[in-house]
């Protein structure tokens, strides 16, 4: 099993939290407000504990579990505490109305996170097209995206402890288009899907 810090106390913590707790995994709590991530590592259980905001995280895993905006600056805050850690960011940099990303370019957070992380860090997208309501009554894929193959297959081997499929799009530069993705499933559930209760995943035809 693995061994994950989140950073973040909000729903989507919750939502990952509880899964990961479930399935084993060893997990941390970091938030600005101490109170807010000891009561949410008492509310996950099973032995969670409450690390302290910029301290070196206790996981070998690190989810940023921030809005999008947030992301950058709290890895840069971190530092060298990151050193060594697999950073997975699960935001999603929407424009304020919905229907674009907030880059003027063709980047993404994640990309944004490896010019700042520290050495021996390694980056990688995640959990960013499934919303927190599935997440929290389904089982559905995870798309993932990074440059560092051992990175790609310690977050799989996470996602699987979770009970959930992890496919692998590729490098670090396919963040982008994950995030793309993360747009398509909000406009889908706003109008053909008409609701927030699915997710987007891929179906295999052979024969």
């Known amino acids: 099993m693995s061994s994950i810090t989140l950073i ?5 913590a919750r939502a990952i939290g509880t899964l990961a707790v479930a399935g084993g995994n060893t997990v ?50 971190y530092g060298d505490a990151l050193a060594g850690k697999v950073i997975v960011d699960i935001s999603n940099p929407f424009n304020a109305t919905f229907d674009g990303l907030a880059h003027s370019e063709e980047t993404s957070i994640a990309q944004e996170v490896a010019k700042v992380a520290p050495a021996g860090a390694s ?10 309501n599935v997440l929290e009554k ?24 979770l009970g959930l499929r992890p496919l ?16 398509v499933t909000v406009s889908l559930a706003n109008n053909g899907v008409g609701h927030w209760d699915f997710a987007l995943g891929v179906d295999e035809f052979t024969g």
């Open 8 to 12: 973040g106390t909000g729903n989507m």
């Open 28 to 77: 941390e709590v970091m938030g600005r407000d101490q109170s807010k991530a000891a009561d949410l590592a008492k509310a996950l259980g099973g032995g969670a504990t409450t690390g302290k905001w910029g301290a070196v995280p206790a996981g070998d895993i690190v989810i940023t579990a921030l809005l999008a905006d947030g992301v950058v600056p709290v890895v840069t805050e």
């Open 123 to 132: 980056v990688v997208k995640g959990f960013n097209t499934i919303f927190r």
């Open 138 to 161: 389904g089982r559905p894929s995870v798309f993932i995206a990074g440059d560092n193959a051992q990175a790609k297959t310690d977050v799989a081997a996470f996602i699987e402890s």
């Open 168 to 183: 692998d799009a590729g490098g670090l530069k396919m963040a982008h288009w994950l995030e793309g993705m993360g747009l």
